[in-house]
């Protein structure tokens, strides 16, 4: 039976959205994981994105999407509480405390909004490959989702402090990147790094299949970013758009910067730059034009770059703290770098077509707008180094954040009795200490 307030064509847009940014996910990175790393840890880590899939979807309709998404609490947070009824499924989506309502019903705007949840801890993730203890990992994504990934939710996009004072962050370069890359950080500190052999050869194992999920994390974008105007509209199809340019853009970029200066194209260093091109245009892909695509996928291409292969090389930090997948570069790096780009270069049309009230940023003469953005990085940044500490330290009162070092030595076997490649007889184990 149909309900005057329903359009179909959104609705449908909107599940088609959601279910592309769920495929970024499951399969997108949990092959690119598993093809990226060694074989010795191909399974566990793309069981680390399956499992956080699995439990983010269950934490956020019990409790988690009314504390990100639902009525006031604080500033900070929503309420928690459940919203799995057939009421709450049926009636018209809305977000209370933003007095925003959309053509759809409140199960796709849970489902849409789930499903980049459930990815920001994936990438978070690529950071604690091959050593996090899994009874671990899974203690820690419920416990981040709820106390970190939901007041930044709620701060930028529930309504809450950050979207009153006017911070742009269109799909998430704060909300989810910049998150997902600080708390990354930290947790990989706090995890201490993989074994030296690791650390020293870390060759992917298949490279095909990381190229797989790296063209499904691409494409499974354009749901990503075209989703967010909870409509099929202009703004929608802008937004795909300039969530193309701008990663062709990084692609290219990245490229050139790897044959400057180690003289060869690298298929991999391509994947990174595609990865920080869609992470800085994801906080203003709808607002900026194509010309502003253009300089944020320029950027994206060469900032992250410095900051992985000169900075990662010759700053101790960096060299200290075993980031796996590089996640401070590729997201916090391009998802701060994005969400300041977007205070320079957001359009009043773009923000008009968004329906916000900001009148651009500094090319409509709008610089204020860097400020803002300088003030929800800054919230962000301290969030996660605060929450992710706590949570992680309490985690380690109850169980180790690391393997032990027989599980180190072998691997997925050790970890699971699995491996990834059964490649003699009829798929008899032989472990030789995980090469």
Known sequence: MSVAWLNTGDNAWQLTAATVVGLQSIPGLVVLYGGIVKKKWAINSAFMAFYAFAAVLIAWILWAYNMGFGTEWTSFVGMPHPIASMGDELKQASIPTS?????FPMATMVYFQFVFAAITLVIMAGAFLGRMNFKAWMLFVPLWLTFSYTIGAFSLWGGGWLSTLGVIDYSGGYVIHLSAGIAGFIGAAMIGPRLKRDRESFQPNNVLMMLVGAGILWIGWNGFNGGDPYAASRDAGAAVLNTNVATAMSVLAWTVMDIFYFKKPSVIGAVQGMITGLVAITPAAGVVDGYGALLIGLASGIIPWLSMNIMGKKLAIFRKVDDTLGVFHTHAVAGLLGGILTGVLATKAGCAAFGLSNP???????????????????????????????ILKLISLVVPLRMSEEELLVGDDAVHGEEAYALYGDGERQPVLGD
């Open 360 to 390: 651009g940023g500094g090319i409509d003469g709008n610089w204020h707008q860097v400020v803002l953005q300088l003030y929800g990085a800054g919230f962000i940044i301290a969030l996660n180094i605060v929450v992710t500490f706590i």
């Open 99 to 103: 007095s925003t309502l959309a053509a």
